[in-house]
């Protein structure tokens, strides 16, 4: 279930041009295709930390990169 959240991560950062998002709109997303969704579950202690874990992904203050 991790890699699919983690791919679904990369998706929706995509869906924008600057393949930038804010981490709040990031989770927005996630939580709408996951309702039950959880970070803590996957052993995170901050959503930042699950998106940080991407190897392809930058975390920086509130938003994601792709690399």
Do not use: C, W
């Not at 804010?22 to 939580?31: A, N």
């Not at 901050?46 to 509130?62: A, C, E, M, Q, Y």
């Amino acid at each position: 279930a991790k890699d699919i959240i983690l791919d679904e991560i990369v998706q929706i950062i995509q869906t924008n041009k600057s393949k930038e998002m804010m981490l709040t709109k990031i989770k927005q997303e996630l939580e709408k295709r996951h309702p039950s969704f959880s970070y803590e579950e996957l052993g995170f202690t901050r959503f930042s930390k699950l998106v940080g874990s991407i190897p392809d992904v930058t975390v920086s203050k509130n938003a994601a990169k792709l690399k």
